[in-house]
């Protein structure tokens, strides 16, 4: 048996800031990071709740939030006891708010309503039941249906102010969310359609907002080509793109998006090289029009390019070789416990996932 599930009611498009205004709250908590709350619009935000609504801003979030940041999160949100909690930023302010609220409902907090505003086209965590912890040196995805926020906004005005560095690398996670989801062994006629759509898009509007941030037509079809690809994903799980990502990421610290975008062409040839696993991806190519799987492959790549980012680990120039050598048998072990790695179509070793780590190191 499948099932599809949803839990977010959706909120979207031009002005849909305008929905905080009719929220039933008095004491509202915002989750978020310093760069949103120095910036200013954390307050363009909150302007839209009920006046006479009592507002308390948390805006310790880091990139890749740790586990220490979310314990000290919990303790917080029982101090505030709020009514309505948003979640305000990019995937790690919106998995440190899920965490949060996890880990409190875990200790008897009464959940309250919870908002996610993405000011990213990244993650689509607004409406996945996926948290990414950092703890230690590993980033630990928590899978729950708990975990899914019961509303998500998407006011593609919140994002026009991402840079084209970040535009790019939350794009690319868009691309990969929806890439692995449709060549996932989990996958169905639902996440396909959605799957199908979010690289349709991805592909005609990601170089557009690369170019020019203030596309706000292109910015609104990428945000919600990225809640697109999470409900998606949320529901065919991921692959080992992923899972390579998460060891990666946990140890040296480059943001998701762009590792995603840099292991991925090695990915899709490792799948690739076998007839059974090709075929989804050749399947997945003349729905977008292309001519097969190697048109696809070379899209990526050529997209990739377009977007200033790097062929190989190596080019990044943050990841010591002798310190990658050292760690690469431990990354591997942790993505191949990694949650996302049962949905991979093509089942997969440790030395598999060593010989990919060496492949997107060296090119
Ligand atoms: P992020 O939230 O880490 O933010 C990256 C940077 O962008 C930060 O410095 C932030 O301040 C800045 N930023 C955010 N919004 C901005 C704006 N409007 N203007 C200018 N700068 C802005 O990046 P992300 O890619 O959105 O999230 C990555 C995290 O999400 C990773 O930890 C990743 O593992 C996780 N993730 C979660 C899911 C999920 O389903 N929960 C899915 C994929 C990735």
């Known amino acids: 048996m499948n099932e599809f599930y949803l839990k977010?009611?959706?909120?979207?498009?031009?002005?849909?800031?305008?929905?905080?205004?009719?929220?039933?709250?008095?004491?509202?908590l915002v989750v978020t990071d310093g760069f949103l709350q120095e910036s200013g619009m954390v307050n363009k935000m909150t302007q839209y709740l009920?006046?006479?609504?009592?507002?308390?801003?948390?805006?310790n979030v880091?990139?890749?939030?740790?586990?220490?940041?979310?314990?000290?999160?919990?303790?917080?949100?029982?101090?505030?006891?709020?009514?309505?909690?948003?979640?305000f930023g990019g995937g790690s302010c919106i998995d440190a708010t899920k965490a949060i609220l996890y880990f409190a409902g875990e200790k008897g907090m009464e959940r309250p309503y919870f908002l996610a505003i993405p000011t990213t086209a990244g993650t689509g965590s607004e409406v996945t039941n996926f948290a990414v912890i950092t703890r230690g040196t590993?980033?630990?995805?928590?899978?729950?249906?708990?975990?899914?926020?019961?509303?998500?906004?998407?006011?593609?005005?919140f994002t026009r102010s991402v840079p084209p560095k970040i535009t790019a690398d939350t794009g690319m996670d868009v691309l990969t969310h929806a890439l692995?989801?449709?060549?996932?062994?989990?996958?169905?006629?639902?996440?396909?359609?959605?799957?199908?759509?979010?690289?349709?898009?991805?592909?005609?509007?990601?170089?557009?907002v690369f170019h020019d941030g203030d596309a706000m037509r292109a910015r609104g079809r990428m945000a919600e080509a990225s809640c697109v690809a999470g409900i998606a994903f949320t529901n065919a799980g991921l692959g080992i793109n992923h899972s390579l990502a998460h060891a990666l990421g946990g140890r040296f610290h480059?943001?998701?998006?762009?590792?995603?975008?840099?292991?991925?062409?090695?990915?899709?040839?490792?799948?690739?090289?076998?007839?059974k696993y090709r075929e989804p991806y050749d399947r997945l190519a003349h729905?977008?029009?292309m001519a097969d799987a190697d048109e696809l492959l070379q899209r990526v790549i050529d997209l990739r390019h377009e977007l200033g980012i790097e062929n190989t680990l190596a080019d990044l120039g943050t990841i010591d070789p002798a310190a990658f050598e050292e760690h690469v048998g431990d990354m591997a072990e942790a993505?191949?416990?990694?949650?996302?790695?049962?949905?991979?179509?093509?089942?997969?070793?440790?030395q598999d996932l060593v010989n990919l780590y060496r492949d997107a190191y060296n090119g």
Do not use: W
């Open 62 to 87: 880091k990139p890749d939030p740790s586990q220490e940041l979310v314990d000290a999160g919990v303790e917080m949100i029982f101090d505030v006891k709020p009514d309505l909690v948003i979640a």
């Open 138 to 157: 590993t980033k630990v995805a928590l899978i729950d249906d708990a975990l899914a926020p019961d509303g998500a906004l998407l006011d593609a005005s």
């Open 254 to 275: 480059v943001a998701h998006g762009r590792l995603n975008a840099i292991l991925l062409p090695y990915v899709m040839r490792f799948h690739m090289a076998e007839a």
């Open 50 to 59: 009920p006046a006479g609504a009592h507002v308390t801003v948390y805006s």
């Open 8 to 28: 977010a009611k959706l909120f979207f498009g031009p002005q849909a800031v305008e929905h905080l205004g009719s929220l039933k709250c008095s004491n509202v």
């Open 287 to 289: 729905e977008l029009g």
């Open 180 to 208: 692995e989801a449709y060549v996932s062994n989990k996958a169905t006629t639902f996440t396909d359609a959605m799957a199908v759509k979010a690289l349709r898009i991805v592909f005609e509007d990601l170089p557009v």
């Open 335 to 350: 993505a191949s416990h990694d949650r996302c790695t049962p949905t991979n179509p093509r089942p997969v070793s440790k």
